[in-house]
């Protein structure tokens, strides 16, 4: 016994280390942050003040975050703290509730510690790690309850509390519950269903009269998307696919969850299992997620309760075999959570997948937080860098590589507020303040966009689908005199209006509410210009969203000049040169421009302004060492020598093409192949048999 419980005790240590050196806060977890700080602040539960949109999933962990934000002011350590805590709490629930020996009992807390989706998701600040409870304490109270009737209202309480924590985790209890409603059966069962989920039903009510909608406006964002259902599932098989390779322990866990009761035909497990089935299957459907493993991790622990709670009693030998295919399994993944450490960082793929933890753990983690400087900012991701910048009234924020140029952000007027349009609003949004207006460009938190259709586009990953920004928009939230070109979509905004920002209890608003809900105003919305919009509305609807960015400016003149529209053309490339007059690269797209569509005395005129740039920027290149684009630019620069064709300038493509040479070698075998034959026909043999060693250097590689 001394033995067992001290292997357990090891197992709940080990877990509890793996969490604090894993500990990490999401992107998506700061939008729940930002609605946080408004509610303590007095300004409602909402996302911008001035409307009364659900921008979270979770009400119930909302709530619980909100109590500890009143308790400290303070979101980082705070947000992990409940986390960490909230984990523990399920892992102690399973211990002392679940688990039928204190052998199996260590496994499960093994598995826990070894599966990447569970141990990414014990923190991450979203809802996991409460879900995590309420499963706990649901298959504790399911399993002791067996055939009889009573405390049957505990598990359909806990069945509202879910909902209220996520609404789709009516799917993964819900098989257990009809399985305890249909053998107690009657009035009496009916009357207790209805008690437990009397918890969800207020909040809906709730939900109802101050937000209008009964669903989070994150579910019209990403349910509402017109995405044909077959490459949603195909998007959600992929998700699956691709989390079980970036943790292979975590898929054979679940199938073990549902193997194992089926073959001992034990009917209460395999329903308790189905909900598993069933919520996977739901995800699937809807297009999978990009957060590789983030919903995996509940139906992964509903197998490891599954499988605790009696079906097997494996002995000694056999539990430390399970053991070591466990740790065997999770270190044969690219992300075993036991390895992970203060360097962790993701691993570049071609799939949308991601692994989150490893793209925001270097400016989210926990170990990096106690490793910054005394003073220096954290969480410090560009995200983050861009909200505080904005509160600080930087009215044009972008990082030093050029990171958030050009985005919509200006004064409104009459009101001492800011008016943006960004995407990956979590941190940005919490940092920013509630001074700051934003429209998220993917609808998560966007009352508007979320019921237009996601623009037409089989690449983007599952849920986060970009839209049409309505010409006029912006410029209305920013108290411009400019009305909406879409007249039908301006009269549905106006009722969509009265329900998130006017009076709470006026009879037009609750007509407007009617109205919404059952789809009375739907036709105002030109469904298929918005879903499969014309090439040319989609550049000028990214011209909407970031009016300083002046490669958007230069496709947009592209798609001007193929339909002939010359003036509107060149009005474009002028807005694309005035936007970064100083940018080499940007004179120079430009110039390609003008070239390619016969304008040549604009264009030579815009290649001789090029190379009065590039100078300054190729220097620039060189004292970063930044040999790739410095070899571009040069090759550029020949390039615009060549095609100014002013006297001498063969002389001085000879000289940027030696500098190219007395470079590392970076670029193509082609372009050396180009550089000799030129250096061939100057005369420079040196140099031509330079350049074609170079070139069948990097053609052998």
């Known amino acids: 016994m001394g033995a067992a419980r001290g292997g357990l005790a090891a197992a709940v240590l080990l877990y509890g280390v793996v969490i604090l050196r894993t500990a990490w806060l999401s992107e998506d977890a700061f939008i729940t942050f930002r609605t946080v700080d408004n509610f303590i602040h007095g300004f409602g539960l909402t996302w911008n003040v001035s409307e009364r949109v659900q921008a979270y999933t979770h009400p119930l962990w909302m709530l619980l975050l909100s109590i500890a934000y009143f308790l400290t002011r303070e979101i980082y350590y705070t947000a992990l703290a409940v986390c960490a805590l909230t984990s523990l709490a399920a892992i102690y629930t399973y211990v002392r509730g679940v688990a039928v020996s204190l052998p199996v009992a260590t496994l499960g807390v093994l598995a826990a510690a070894s599966a990447k989706a569970f141990v990414d998701y014990s923190t991450s600040g979203l809802e996991n790690p409460l879900t995590h409870v309420l499963l706990a304490v649901f298959v504790s109270q399911y399993v002791k309850l067996g055939d009889g009737r009573h405390g049957s209202l505990l598990l359909y309480l806990i069945l509202g509390l879910a909902l209220c924590n996520r609404m789709d985790l009516g799917l993964l209890f819900g098989p257990g519950v009809m399985w305890v409603w249909w053998r107690e059966k009657g009035w009496g069962a009916a009357g207790r269903l209805a008690m437990g989920l009397g918890v969800f039903a207020l909040w809906e009510v709730f939900s109802l009269l101050y937000y209008g909608f009964p669903f989070p406006n994150t579910a019209y964002a990403k349910l509402g998307t017109g995405v044909d259902a077959g490459e949603l599932i195909d998007k959600g098989v992929h998700s699956l696919v691709q989390s079980g390779r970036n943790d292979p322990l975590t898929p054979v866990v679940i199938v073990a969850g549902i193997a194992v009761p089926l073959m001992r035909r034990d009917w209460r497990l395999v329903a308790l299992m189905g909900g598993g089935v069933v919520y996977l299957a739901y995800w699937v459907k809807i297009g999978g997620d990009y957060m590789s493993g983030r919903f995996l991790a509940a139906p992964f622990w509903m197998a490891i309760l599954v499988l605790s709670t009696g079906v097997l009693r494996p002995g000694r030998i056999v539990v430390a075999c399970c053991a070591c295919a466990t740790l065997g399994l999770s270190l044969s993944g690219p992300y075993a959570p036991i390895l992970s450490g203060s360097d962790y960082r993701y691993k570049p793929g071609a799939s949308w997948v991601l692994d989150t933890r490893g793209v925001e753990y270097p400016h989210t983690g926990l170990l ?173 609807a990214a011209t909407r969203i970031r009016p300083g960015r002046p490669d958007i400016y230069i496709h947009l003149a592209e798609l001007l000049l193929a339909e002939d529209r010359s003036v509107e053309a060149v009005a474009a490339l002028n807005a694309a040169l005035a936007n970064n007059p100083h940018s080499f690269n940007n004179v120079y797209l430009v110039a390609e421009m003008l070239r390619k569509h016969g304008l040549q005395e604009q264009s030579r005129a815009a290649y001789a302004r090029a190379l009065h740039l590039a100078p300054a920027y190729l220097a620039g290149l060189e004292r970063e060492q930044n040999y790739f684009e410095a070899f571009h630019a040069l090759r550029r620069m020949a390039l615009a020598h060549a095609r100014v064709g002013k006297e001498g300038n063969e002389a001085k493509v000879a000289d940027i093409f030696a500098k190219m040479l007395a470079m590392p070698p970076v670029g193509e075998a082609d372009i050396y192949k180009k550089i000799g034959d030129f250096m061939g026909l100057v005369g420079q043999a040196d140099l031509q048999q330079r350049a074609y060693a170079i070139a069948r250097t990097r053609r052998a590689q």
């Open 368 to 540: 990096r937080a106690w490793a910054k400087e005394e003073g220096a900012d954290f969480p410090d991701h560009w995200w983050a860098v861009r909200g505080r910048k904005v509160r600080a009234g930087d009215l044009d924020p972008r990082s030093a590589d050029g990171r958030g140029e050009g985005v919509f952000i200006r004064r409104s007027r009459g009101e001492n507020k800011i008016i943006t349009a960004w995407s990956n609003v979590g941190m940005s949004g919490f940092y920013a303040g509630p001074d700051v207006h934003i429209v998220d460009m993917i609808a998560l938190a966007e009352p508007l966009l979320a019921r237009l259709p996601a623009k037409y586009d089989p690449a983007t990953g599952a849920g986060h689908y970009g839209r049409i920004m309505p010409a006029g928009y912006l410029e209305m939230l920013a108290g411009e005199e400019v009305a909406m070109a879409d007249t039908g979509l301006a009269q549905y905004r106006d009722k969509l209006q009265k329900v998130i920002s006017g009076p709470l209890f006026s009879r037009e608003r609750f007509t407007e509410i009617w109205r919404l809900n059952t789809g009375y105003y739907d036709a105002l919305i030109n469904w298929d210009f918005y879903r499969f919009p014309p090439p040319l509305e989609e550049a000028l």
